[in-house]
C-alpha cells in the first residue's frame, strides 16, 4: 500500500472502504492506528472497540484497546484490556514496556504486575 503525506486523504479513503464493507478487520486495525497517530484519540478508541467485537480473541486487537483507554485517561479500563490481551497470548514484553501510549499506567502496581508476568526469565 502507498503511503501518502495526506493523513485526512487517507482516513477518508478507509472510512469509505468500511462504508461499503463494515467487517473488513485490516480496515478497521489501520483506521484505528491513523486516527490516533493524528490525535484523534475518542475515534481511534471507537476503532479499536469494534475490532475486538470482530476479533474477540485476538491479542494484539484487546493491547490496541489498552493503549487507546489509556491515551482517554481511563486505567482501569486499560489495565483489563492489557490483562485481557495477556491472558489472550500478547507477549511483547519489550514493547509494552516502552509503549509511550501507555505511559499514564506505568506507575499503577497493576500495570507493573503485568509486566513481570511478561517479563523474560534470564
Not at 18 to 43: F, M, N, P, S, W
Not at 47 to 54: E, G, P, Q
Request: hydrophobic share 40%; glycine share 4%.
Amino acid at each position: 500500500m502507498a503511503k501518502t503525506d495526506d493523513p485526512e486523504f487517507e482516513m477518508r479513503f478507509f472510512e469509505s472502504v468500511l462504508k461499503r464493507d463494515a467487517q473488513y478487520t485490516e480496515v478497521v486495525e489501520l483506521l484505528g492506528g491513523l486516527y490516533t497517530k493524528h490525535g484523534r484519540i475518542a475515534d481511534g478508541l471507537k476503532m479499536d472497540r469494534r475490532l475486538v467485537k470482530l476479533l474477540p480473541n485476538n491479542a494484539t486487537a484487546h493491547y490496541n484497546l489498552a493503549c487507546s483507554l489509556a491515551l482517554l485517561k481511563r486505567k482501569s479500563a486499560a489495565i483489563k484490556s492489557l490483562h485481557q490481551a495477556v491472558s489472550l497470548g500478547y507477549t511483547d514484553f519489550d514493547w509494552m514496556q516502552q509503549d509511550p501510549d501507555l505511559d499514564g499506567l506505568k506507575a499503577l502496581p497493576a500495570f507493573n504486575s503485568l509486566l513481570a508476568q511478561l517479563k523474560p526469565q534470564s
